[in-house]
């Protein structure tokens, strides 16, 4: 394929699906077709996300192809609705009903296999348990009789065939007897009713289950208003739909309200909640010119907001979306589950197949291998195995999530789970990330220091850097007017060139002064004594003269962030500082932080080189940067860690993103990512050894066809239920 052509990516929301192989049926069908450069389908979320080249197929050709393989398919729709997050994840009336009618019919069955038991035999007409299993084989079985029509209609096989086959087996061998009056020797009707109910009871408590798993979306969700109060241009208000909303339209939150839009506060002050976006449970204070984010709580204020994003398309938005994203993605340990999904309906049927011949033939005792063979075809679960991985994601990515941590896919958790090096960047990461002059020193002796820090400012009003606007302010603070900016030209990971007043100059770090051969001994002299503390020294010289003198920049060290490198040293991972700045500030930093592998006075554009080189030493490396200056060095990591805000920069790079720059942040993403990665496992250990032990234990005998069906329906609730058991592991509580 033309790496040129675009890729469009469809959703779709797809229903029918009931175990591994009905995902992985779909998945197969949908990358078959020419066009579909990749498509992936989830079974926990029944979502399904294709791309496709250009405009080679249409989504209506796309749900085609679903209905095609015995499925259905609608176009997912990002538009929540109050009454969507109500029946979401509920379970249906039919399925209530269903089972309702199981429970009724299947008890007394039930009570009679449990009085011989234990010795004290009831006896129901053959006639009247013919009466009672009949609706339930084919009124709450009915949904079986379908999946399975679908399936093998489609070439396939899945849950509802091993179900189908197992039941009815069971049930028709039973009912030949009552009509040949040979019932007095055994009937089955009670297994296959008995199955048929578990199944059923068992599939409703894994909806609650994945329901319960999806409580985050559904949270975050609901933080976006329907309506918003805009100012109209006469000065009155007037609610209008969330969508009619567009940038620059000003926005009227009143006290209590939710804000609608991201936006920057024209007028009023408040504090706000930001708590489901950010995880910071403290509200912050919020006036003129700060940012908003749509779906954070106003506090007491009555706050005016110019919106600069549309209604509905803010960081929120976006926040959901990664989040979905991470929920329907496949973990690497995926690939497994579905090349055994791929054979398990055809392999258990044969299995099934050699069980009842191996009893008829090795015993003579051709009823002994019916029996068998139907436990065979109950007991086996791909369920389990479908439901093992993604249900673990979606708690783990949700209960990230409500913390503050972004998870890109479920390629960053196994990414996560496996590092031992973590790269930090300096500024804004391990430090506030907002620079102060703390000193001036003139070493030019035409200057004093204001004429020092104006020119430097002068030279700064070109600049976007945060050392830049550290200068303008300190002039500022100083009422220190700069120079006239005549010409200016950046110099990336050095610093600047440019004409101030008349007056041709150089700004910027070391490296630049050495590459210009403009050092002294009395400049370097003075440099490392600035340097020592830890503050970063900017030089400032003539452009074809000497030294002028030096700028001091002090950006103190996050609260915590001591504390983060030392646990993270504790977890057995080895913290690296990876800086532009001169070694001695860097090294200063370090020694406080508790970081002994500084790596300082490296370029932007090295960054991902340095990276590179410690992984072809054979470490697992996360960096950890802001997304944007940081963006290469994060792609070129094993796992890229964001501290940001949520902008779509740091969320489209990195493998996780911290919506706070709280350094103590990263240890909880890392703990939570390695706690979710580890019960993927445990998930996938427990639903492959439940196969492999009641596989065997049905076909030499030991369950029952009604044991059988309650084992199935246990495994599968049961992944679901270890998965939710995260929220209140160890790790969700840190």
């Known amino acids: 394929m033309d790496t040129t052509t675009p890729v ?60 095609k393989a015995g499925y259905d398919a609608t176009e997912h729709s990002d538009d929540w609705s109050a009454a969507d997050l109500d029946t979401d994840w509920r379970g249906d009336r039919r399925g209530l009903i269903d089972l309702g009618v199981g429970v009724v019919c299947t008890l007394p069955l039930l009570v009679e296999m449990v009085s011989m038991w234990v010795g004290a035999p009831l006896h129901l007409s053959p006639w009247l348990a013919l009466a009672l299993a009949t609706p339930v084989q084919f009124v709450s079985g009915a949904r079986f009789y379908t999946g399975a029509w679908k399936s093998v209609k489609a070439g396939a096989g899945n849950m509802d065939v091993l179900v189908v086959l197992g039941t009815s087996a ?46 985050a979306i559904r949270s975050l969700m609901t933080l976006r208003p329907d309506v918003a109060r805009i100012e109209r241009s006469d000065g009155a208000s007037v609610e209008v739909p969330l969508k009619q909303v567009t940038v620059g339209t000003v926005v009227l939150i009143r ?32 006036g003129p010119g700060d940012t908003v984010i749509g779906g954070a709580v106003n506090g007491e204020g009555l706050l005016r907001v110019t919106a600069t994003s549309e209604g509905g398309q803010g960081v929120l938005t976006r926040i959901i979306r990664l989040v979905e994203d991470a929920q329907a993605s496949k973990a690497p340990v995926q690939r497994l589950v579905d090349r055994v999904a791929a054979v398990f309906v055809p392999g258990i049927i044969t299995i099934a197949a050699v069980t009842f011949a191996a009893w008829w033939g090795l015993t003579g005792n051709a009823e002994a291998g019916f029996v068998a063979a139907v436990s065979v075809l109950v007991v086996a679960c791909p369920c389990a195995l479908g439901l093992a991985t993604p249900t673990a994601i979606m708690v783990g990515t949700g209960l990230a999530a409500r913390r503050g941590v972004l998870i890109k896919d479920a390629a960053a958790l196994e990414g996560a789970h496996k590092v031992d090096t973590i790269v930090f960047d300096k500024t804004g990461t391990l430090t506030e990330g907002r620079p102060a002059v703390d000193a001036v020193a003139v070493l030019a002796s035409d200057l004093d220091e204001n004429a020092l820090l104006a020119l430097a400012a002068g030279a700064q009003q070109g600049s976007e850097h945060v050392l830049g606007r550290a200068m303008m302010a300190a002039a500022e603070a100083r009422d220190l007017d700069p120079s006239p900016l005549e010409d200016f030209q950046a110099l990336p990971g050095r610093g600047l060139s440019a004409t101030v007043g008349g007056r041709a100059l150089l700004v910027g770090s070391r490296r630049l002064m050495e590459e210009r051969g403009r050092i002294n001994e009395a400049s370097a002299a003075r440099a490392r004594d600035l340097e020592t503390a830890g503050r970063t020294v900017v030089w400032v010289a003539d452009a074809e003269g000497p030294v002028l003198g030096l700028l001091a920049l002090a950006d103190p060290v996050k609260a915590g962030a001591a504390e983060a490198v030392a646990a993270l040293k504790a977890r057995g991972l080895t913290p690296v500082l990876l800086t532009g700045d001169s070694r001695a500030a860097a090294e200063a930093v370090a020694g406080r932080l508790g970081i002994d592998d500084v790596r300082a006075e490296v370029l932007p554009a090295d960054k991902a080189e340095a990276v590179t080189a410690l992984r072809a030493e054979g470490r697992s490396v996360a960096m950890v940067g802001d997304g944007i200056n940081d963006a290469p060095a994060l792609a070129a990591a094993d ?47 427990w639903a492959f050894a439940y196969n492999l032990a009641a596989v065997p234990a049905a076909a030499l005998g030991y369950l029952s066809p009604a044991l059988a069906g309650a084992a199935m329906a246990f495994s599968s609730v049961s992944v679901v239920s270890s998965s939710l058991l995260l929220r209140v592991s160890r790790a969700a509580r840190s």
């Open 8 to 67: 469009r990516t469809y959703e779709l929301d797809i229903t029918g699906m009931t175990c591994a192989a009905c995902s992985a049926r779909v998945e197969k069908v949908l990358n078959k077709r020419p066009g579909v450069t990749r498509a992936q389908v989830n079974l926990a979320t029944e979502k399904a996300r294709v791309d496709v080249a250009g405009d080679t197929l249409t989504l209506d050709d796309l749900i085609a192809m679903v209905r």
């Open 170 to 215: 069971a049930y028709l061998f039973s009912l030949w007897r009552v009509l040949n009056g040979t019932a007095d020797q055994g009937l089955y009707f009670e297994g296959a009713a008995v199955v048929i109910t578990l199944v059923l009871l068992g599939k409703l408590l894994e909806a609650r289950a994945k329901g319960s798993a999806a409580a």
């Open 255 to 286: 006290p209590g309200e939710r804000v609608p839009v991201d936006g920057t506060i024209l007028s009023g002050e408040s504090q706000l909640d930001e708590s489901l976006l950010t995880g910071e449970s403290l509200p912050v204070a919020r």
């Open 639 to 685: 796992i890229g860690i964001a501290m940001g805000s949520g902008t779509d920069v740091a969320m489209q790079t990195a493998g996780l993103t911290l919506m706070r720059g709280d350094p103590a942040l990263l240890v909880r993403a890392l703990t939570l990512s390695r706690a979710t990665y580890d019960r993927i496992r445990l998930n996938l250990v």
